[in-house]
């Protein structure tokens, strides 16, 4: 289990999570090391299912992020929060999660790998774990040296489906949460990136297993709809980096192919890589072929949209 912070005194605090007094958040003054509850302000649900089998993670209870940091020297003040995907079943921790986070710090981002509520909750749960992670760590940005306007989400497969849900429903309210205390913070990413991403619930593209997983045994069209997120495209979309296999076997490239058609009307900043390959799942894997050379077409979008950026005058955040 993760140590519950709330109501320790500050002073004595390796890790520092915000209290919520009046709607002020308390300031932070460390970086975190350890992974920290998303809804801190919330009693934790007890017993926690939570377990890991064959580095898959299943049944999360109590969200949390797992913070990752570059080493000083390269921090340009970016971040990135991560969700592995796993069909709403279960997520891919490690290759999906921790291994892109420490790919990200050798390129100075600070990343934070999310625990999301998957098919023991349903919609709106993982939803509302992804905006409350953006805004977790947004709120948090000053104290941790980070850039508040360099905010980033990535995700593969079902968990790009909820990179994509966070990115087109920014401004998602739900009747189960109406006490939210960072409910005014953004949770608009500045930027996008998507993996092989599970994107439309409905017909012949859809990946029947997440939508099951999400919506139960007989959603509404409407709310299948609601969650094909080609329609929740917007006019303030944020940019789009999407990669997907051109035979995937598992989500159709129908998907990424839907969602670049919508997104391109709105920000031209955006890319779309498609690969010689019918896996799905490939992660950062070496030996994946040409789809092995994504995290390079990666890293040149990333430099050339000026999120790697260094400020000229950094502050320094003692770990």
């Not at 498609?274 to 070496?286: D, K, L, P």
Request: glycine residues 8%; contains cysteine.
């Amino acid at each position: 289990m993760f140590p519950h912070h709330k109501g320790r005194a500050c002073a004595h605090l390796l890790v520092l999570l915000c209290l919520f007094s009046s709607g002020v958040i308390a300031q932070v003054s460390a970086l975190p090391r350890e992974p920290v509850y998303l809804w801190s302000e919330k009693a934790l649900v007890t017993p926690d299912r939570e377990a890991v089998q064959s580095e898959r993670v299943y049944a999360v209870d109590n969200p949390s992020i797992t913070p990752f940091w570059p080493e000083p020297a390269l921090a340009n003040g970016a971040a990135v929060v991560i969700f592995p995907g796993g069909g709403y079943v279960r997520l891919a921790i490690e290759h999906e999660g921790y291994d892109i986070a420490r790919w990200f710090n050798q390129q100075g981002v600070a990343a934070f790998v999310v625990k999301y509520r998957m098919q023991e909750y349903g919609f709106p749960a993982p939803l509302l774990d992804g905006l409350r992670a953006v805004r977790y760590v947004r709120a948090h940005a000053a104290n941790w040296n980070l850039d508040a306007e360099r905010i980033g989400v990535l995700g593969f497969s079902a968990g790009g489906h909820l990179a994509a849900s966070v990115a087109t429903r920014y401004s998602f309210r739900s009747a189960q949460l109406t006490d939210d205390p960072w409910q005014n913070v953004s949770a608009r990413p500045d930027f996008a990136i998507l993996g092989y991403p599970v994107i439309t619930l409905e017909g012949p593209d859809a990946h029947a297993g997440s939508r099951h997983a999400l919506l139960g045994d007989n959603p509404t069209p409407e709310l299948v709809r609601e969650n094909s997120l080609q329609y929740q495209v917007k006019a303030k979309v944020p940019p789009m980096f999407i990669i997907h296999g051109a035979n995937d076997k598992a989500v159709p490239i129908g998907n990424s192919l839907a969602l670049f058609a919508e997104v391109q009307k709105h920000n031209k900043q955006s890319e779309l890589h498609i690969y010689q390959t019918n896996v799905h799942g490939f992660g950062m894997r070496e030996g994946e072929g040409t789809a092995s050379d994504w995290p390079d077409a990666l890293l040149s979008w990333l430099r050339h949209n000026g999120w790697l950026e260094k400020p000229a005058r950094q502050r320094e955040v003692q770990p």
